[in-house]
């Protein structure tokens, strides 16, 4: 029987191995540590009691019993979706898919994942999505402060200076909020597998403090999961493509629904490091709808003289209508967009029908390009290494699809990204076999 070891990680500081014979990987005695910001609470006396439990392993002791048995699950907590995957076998399967938003109907009842998103159209200020941003941060932070001028729902000081969310004139929590859709995720899981489940590996971002991390973990516990492990998400991404497997730099891009990532890990035999992290936490696919909304906003003025910029029912709906043009526009050159009843006025009813083009949309979103352009080229000069120097380019998230974002990263890398798992999919794919391949 194969040995197994689960180091538990420490925020995002993970040391671990796996003596494999069968699986994902036939490797032995293999050792992985990615290291992130030193806020996170990793130190020496760790390593050696981690390091220990390893060599044990190596000289073949049994140390299984460390070891989690039951059903575990893999989540990406993301700030658009939650997405929940199992192994089976030994291939990693997504079985769940939500969006990250919690909408309030009345005081004290709401609605999580798919069918929040439905009503949140009909209650647009009591809809709480983009969560991940508030979780462990302070209210005077200037992040938190450029959030409240583009949600539309209502962020507050809590008395120590944290931030709460409000609803009805009840306040919550962000992480009360983040408990609600992790428990649908839990639920989802359980339904597919047939049997309780509690055990868990989350992601997280790279750039994450030790406080943010106790935040996720929290919510987690509040859902009845207990998080083993945290797997950050571009540890976690390299793991869906196979590159625990070899030596060499990997470049991970991850342009998910609100920031974008760049992230140069290296890794030699049994030892992973980042040797660069930059984020741009303001850069996501919201905000390339954001530009879809503006044009059309500006066109509804220019052909109406409405101006529907304070209108939170029609900002919703029509920021609904951007972000299926922009899906539809990854694999088409043109896309109708087409809204009855947008607004009205003196004379009647306005509707909304447009013809929206690729190009035109490129267009619109250049300067968000520009700035994919720019962190890349950060993260790059960080790292002190060329763009030849990068061994394999991994594009993560949604965005990746655009073909615009896609040419960008091929400019700046000089090749194309890797294409062979869903970039939507990649971060929970690995979370969920990361224990099987050995690497938590």
Request: aromatic share 8%; hydrophobic share 40%.
């Amino acid at each position: 029987m194969a040995n197994r070891i689960l180091l538990s990680s420490l925020g995002g500081q993970v040391l671990s191995c796996r003596s494999l014979t069968t699986g994902y990987a036939k490797t032995t005695s293999m050792i992985s540590r990615l290291f992130c910001s030193k806020t996170a609470g990793y130190d020496n006396t760790n390593r050696r009691i981690m390091s220990s439990t390893f060599y044990r392993a190596y000289r073949g002791e049994d140390v299984s019993s460390e070891f989690f048995d039951n059903k575990h699950i893999g989540i990406d907590f993301g700030a658009t979706n939650v997405c929940v995957a199992v192994m089976e076998g030994n291939y990693a399967k997504v079985i769940h898919t939500s969006p990250s938003l919690v909408t309030y109907l009345e005081r004290g009842k709401f609605l999580s994942g798919t069918q929040a998103k439905w009503l949140s159209v009909e209650h647009p200020t009591n809809a709480f999505f983009g969560i991940k941003r508030l979780l462990g941060r302070k209210f005077d932070d200037p992040d938190i402060q450029k959030e409240m001028k583009v949600v539309p729902y209502n962020i507050v000081r809590d008395p120590n200076g944290d931030v709460l969310v409000e609803a009805y004139d009840l306040l919550y929590s962000p992480t009360s909020i983040a408990h609600s859709t992790l428990q649908i995720a839990k639920a989802a899981a359980e339904s597919y597998i047939g049997e309780s489940v509690f055990k868990a590996i989350i992601t997280f971002p790279a750039n994450w403090t030790l406080g943010q991390v106790q935040c996720i973990h929290q919510a987690g516990s509040w859902a009845g999961l207990e998080l083993q492990a945290g797997a950050t998400e571009p540890f976690a991404a390299a793991i869906a493509y196979g590159f625990f497997k070899k030596e060499g730099r990997i470049g991970v891009f991850d342009l998910g629904g609100k920031s974008f990532k760049a992230i140069i890990l290296e890794s030699s035999i049994g030892n992973t490091i980042t040797r660069s992290s930059c984020t741009d936490n303001f850069l996501g696919g919201d905000d390339f709808d954001n530009a879809i909304v503006e044009y059309l906003v500006s066109e509804i003025k220019r052909t109406e003289a409405i101006d529907l910029t304070n209108d939170i029912l029609a900002i919703h709906r029509l920021r609904d209508a951007a972000e299926k043009a922009k899906i539809e526009l990854s694999s088409t050159l043109e896309t109708e967009i087409y809204l009855p009843f947008i607004t009205t006025d003196a004379s009647g009813a306005k509707h909304l029908n447009i013809t929206l083009t690729r190009s035109k949309f490129e267009s619109l979103a250049n300067n968000l390009i520009e700035r994919i352009r720019n962190t890349c080229e950060k993260c790059l000069k960080n790292a002190g290494i060329t763009a030849k120097e990068v061994d394999e380019v991994l594009l993560v998230g949604g965005m990746a699809r655009v073909p615009k974002v896609q040419e960008a990263v091929t400019e700046i890398l000089g090749r194309e990204p890797s294409k062979g798992v869903n970039p939507d999919e990649a971060n929970v794919l690995g979370a969920a076999a990361a224990i099987e391949v050995g690497l938590f």
